[in-house]
């Protein structure tokens, strides 16, 4: 951390920042173990990992506009860090985690904003914001979300299989090609894509030197995005088992069929970006300035 911000905040901030630090962790240590106990089982939230990091990294970034701003201590995060401590207490009582897991962050984001004030505060407030995409979504959500998308999948890949001559039949989550039956079971359903995506989508955006309204499009774009792939790498994944058997869909092969049309959608959303460049005010300037 640099000296002219440790100057600018002050030792007796600091110290506040380090009571605040103690009793947060104090507090919020059994829903941020669960936190990582779910990146650590669950693929789908394995991303987890990096975002603190990356937050810091971001935050870090802009450490000279941080030091350009003026720190203005403000009794308003104070009041903005009673209902997240209200919303922790009902997650306590409840052992609903993600009450919990979100009132940390936003007890950070009113703890930052109380010490710095908003000058200094908001080059700060969407590094903190990544955070959220850390954050699972409740099982009984996952669940639901992971059936529906598993059927959409399960349709749209069949409709994939069939322009290419195949015959095909769909039965709930079966994919039958007449000699091999294909299950589309719950990893199939895209969230292992979806979740990272849209963590990926938001530090586009972010990055994304644009029109407020290109940016929004870059992250909600990652959602269709991800059940179209998917989609695209069920009916791919019939077509190689209809040609070469079943080996096509299992083992090594399967798995490096994920990681291509993960990547295949980072490349997307790079092209995405690319010819929004190319419309309005950004169209003058090089895809190199405007992202990065």
Same mark, same amino acid.
């Given at each position: ?42 693929? @789908?939230?394995?991303? $987890? ?7 810091? &990294? ?24 009673? /209902? ?17 897991? &979100? ?13 710095? #004030?908003? /000058? ?6 969407? /590094? ?32 994939? !299989? ?8 769909? @039965? $709930? ?22 979740? /990272? ?25 990652? !959602? ?9 790498? !069920? ?14 869909? @299992? #083992?090594?092969?399967?798995?490096? @069929?994920?990681?291509? !049309? ?31």
């Amino acid at each position: 951390m640099s000296k002219n911000i440790i100057w600018k905040m002050g030792w007796l901030n600091w110290l506040l920042v380090t009571i605040m630090l103690g009793l947060v962790a104090y507090a919020f240590w059994g829903g941020l173990g669960n936190l990582v106990v779910r990146w650590d089982k669950q693929e @789908e939230y394995s991303h $987890g990992y990096m975002l603190p990091f990356l937050t810091l &990294y971001f935050i870090w970034l802009k450490k000279n506009e941080i030091i350009q701003s003026k720190f203005s201590p403000s009794w308003l995060g104070f009041f903005m860090a009673i /209902p997240a401590l209200i919303v922790f207490l009902i997650g306590e009582v409840s052992a609903l985690y993600i009450l919990i897991h &979100y009132s940390f962050i936003f007890l950070l984001i009113a703890g930052a904003y109380s010490i710095m #004030g908003w /000058p200094a505060f908001k080059p700060v407030l969407v /590094p903190l914001l990544l955070l959220v995409f850390a954050i699972p979504i409740p099982y009984f959500l996952e669940a639901i979300l992971s059936a529906e998308l598993q059927l959409l999948s399960s349709q749209l890949g069949v409709a994939f !299989i069939r322009l290419c001559s195949i015959p095909v039949y769909l @039965e $709930g989550n079966t994919i039958d090609l007449g000699s091999y039956k294909l299950q589309i079971v719950e990893a199939c359903s895209g969230l292992r894509y979806l979740f /990272p995506l849209m963590g990926l989508g938001f530090i586009c955006a972010y990055l994304f030197n644009a029109a407020f309204w290109k940016r929004a499009l870059v992250f909600l774009t990652t !959602i269709p995005i991800t059940l179209l792939m998917n989609s695209f790498r !069920i009916g791919m994944i019939g077509v190689l088992v209809d040609n070469w058997g079943i080996e096509m869909a @299992e #083992g090594f092969l399967h798995d490096f @069929e994920g990681w291509i !049309i993960f990547m295949a959608c980072m490349v997307l959303l790079f092209v995405e970006m690319f010819f929004l460049t190319k419309i309005g005010k950004e169209s003058s300037r090089p895809f190199s300035k405007v992202f990065g």
